[in-house]
């Protein structure tokens, strides 16, 4: 959005403004879910359903993330749609939040998309690759978007002969991964433990990723707060 719609919009001399673009604005002003509604309302739209999906970050989670710059952090939704990233997250895992489409859902990405593995060790993949399939198994019959999960599993079943032989093992989990091993392009192995704070109705979480104290990972999640996105090599 540039700022001379911005400027228009304000004087309301713009047309009015998409669903879209409500949504940025909403989240930009940090507007709580009363607040968000009411802009909805003056723009002519229906508010977003507050106990379905959502690309609003929660106000409450917003604030945490906002304040965690020596940790990655991540907002998810139940859909494993990641809908904010600190700084550091996004120098570790890169950016999530690029993605349009079913492929904004990383239960999707896993089984279409090969680069969406390059950061987890490959005697790792099995194990991923059932977790996702799980979580989808529980956003299926209990999420926020029960029809886009019902559309990724079409997708999943039709196009990936891995998803359809995990989804056979008839597994359910809800739960985000303690601990895992990242591999980042510069600075190899980095292992993370993650702690999980969800809203109320749990349809979004956030993730933050910490170290242990005096590990050679701790010290390269040092490193890398410090020299973010910069290329270590030549």
């Given amino acids: 959005m540039s700022t001379d719609y911005y400027a228009r919009l304000e004087q309301q001399r713009a047309p009015q403004p998409s669903i879209q673009i409500a949504t940025a604005l909403a989240r930009a002003l940090r507007l709580t879910l009363d607040e968000r509604d009411h802009l909805f309302g003056l723009i002519g739209h229906n508010a977003p359903a507050r106990f379905h999906h959502s690309d609003h970050v929660s106000p409450t989670l917003m604030r945490v993330l906002d304040r965690l710059d020596d940790s990655p952090a991540l907002v998810l939704t139940d859909m494993a749609d990641t809908l904010a990233m600190n700084p550091l997250a996004t120098a570790l895992l890169g950016d999530q939040t690029r993605h349009t489409g079913l492929a904004r859902s990383a239960y999707y990405r896993w089984f279409t998309d090969p680069t969406e593995r390059l950061i987890y060790p490959e005697e790792d993949h099995t194990r991923h690759g059932r977790a996702q399939a799980a979580r989808l198994r529980v956003a299926l019959t209990a999420g926020s978007d029960i029809p886009r999960a019902t559309r990724i599993l079409a997708e999943l079943q039709e196009h990936s002969p891995e998803f359809v032989r995990l989804w056979e093992l008839q ?14 392009p510069e600075l190899g192995r980095i292992d993370v ?18 170290t242990r104290p005096g590990t050679e990972s701790h010290t390269k999640l040092e490193l890398l707060s410090v020299i973010g996105h910069q290329q270590l090599t030549p």
């Fill in 171 to 184: 597994e359910v989990a809800q739960h985000y991964d303690e601990s895992k091993t990242i591999i980042h």
């Fill in 193 to 210: 433990d993650g702690q999980v704070l969800f809203t109320e109705n749990r349809a979004q979480t956030l993730v933050v990723l910490t």
